[in-house]
């Protein structure tokens, strides 16, 4: 991890927006330390594990509130949007060798 590079990003996403939780998923627990000194919210070690993510979530520093009228987008596991509670579907399919949940991913 590049500390110096890091603490830029992350003071970045503060002024954006001060209650921005930042995950570090990362492939070397060394660097777990350095997470933590940059105020980090959680760290996961790769491979992650689904388990790894949801303790992740479940303590982040700053509590997610989630509003029933809003987007969200799931990104573990299946790659799914909703507003509310509902499930956005897509109808154009894509080229069969193109990945639509990670072209979706790019753009968030």
């Given at each position: 991890?590049?500390?110096?590079?890091?603490?830029?990003?992350?003071?970045?996403?503060?002024?954006?927006?001060?209650?921005?939780?930042?995950v570090f998923v990362l492939g070397y627990s060394e660097y777990a330390v350095n997470a933590f000194s940059l105020n980090a919210s959680g760290y996961i070690l790769k491979p992650a594990r689904k388990i790894?993510?949801?303790?992740?979530?479940?303590?982040?520093?700053?509590?997610?509130?989630?509003?029933?009228?809003?987007?969200?987008?799931?990104?573990?596991?299946?790659?799914?949007?909703?507003?509310?509670?509902?499930?956005?579907?897509?109808?154009?399919?894509?080229?069969?060798?193109?990945?639509?949940?990670?072209?979706?991913?790019?753009?968030?």
């Open positions: 991890m590049e500390l110096k590079s890091k603490k830029t990003e992350n003071k970045e996403l503060k002024e954006i927006n001060s209650s921005t939780n930042i790894d993510v949801e303790n992740s979530l479940e303590n982040l520093r700053i509590p997610v509130k989630y509003d029933e009228g809003k987007l969200r987008v799931q990104c573990f596991g299946n790659f799914d949007v909703f507003v509310g509670n509902e499930k956005v579907t897509f109808k154009r399919a894509l080229r069969a060798n193109f990945n639509l949940n990670e072209l979706r991913a790019f753009f968030l």
